[in-house]
Nanobody, 126 residues
Framework: QVQLVESGGGLVQAGGSLRLSCAASGSTFSSYIMGWFRQAPGKEREFVAAIGWTGGLIVYEDSVEGRFTISRDNAKNMVYLQMNSLKPEDTGIYYC???????????????????WGQGTQVTVSS
């Protein structure tokens, strides 16, 4: 098992930046594919980004590509989401998730992930 704790959310003006962090504890962190998802008020949870075991494979949702950067540090059991050029539509609760599978299937599917953090709120004002 792995426990995930997100941090770094907050209130920022449009065009600003935030860096989210996700600390993992428990089983071997490097054996998990890690993802970030978000949920806006009244909307379904949506995929943001995912990163493979060594960081060599990365997938982004189209609307954040070029603005967000996902990274991981296996030595520190951490995964990060650097968010630049934030827009009001980026507002939501951001969740870190871990997938213990073999990488098959779609990394953008929430059902693919076995463990979830409690989320951190990101609010972008216009």
């Amino acid at each position: 098992q792995v426990q995930l704790v997100e941090s770094g959310g907050g209130l920022v003006q449009a065009g600003g930046s935030l860096r989210l962090s996700c600390a993992a504890s428990g089983s071997t962190f490097s054996s998990y594919i890690m993802g970030w998802f978000r949920q806006a008020p009244g909307k379904e949870r949506e995929f943001v980004a995912a990163i493979g075991w060594t960081g060599g494979l990365i997938v982004y949702e189209d609307s954040v590509e070029g603005r967000f950067t996902i990274s991981r540090d296996n030595a520190k059991n951490m995964v990060y989401l650097q968010m630049n050029s934030l827009k009001p539509e980026d507002t939501g609760i951001y969740y870190c998730a871990a997938d213990s599978g073999n990488g098959a299937g779609s990394w953008s599917r929430g059902a693919q992930y076995d463990y979830w953090g409690q989320g951190t709120q990101v609010t972008v004002s216009s």
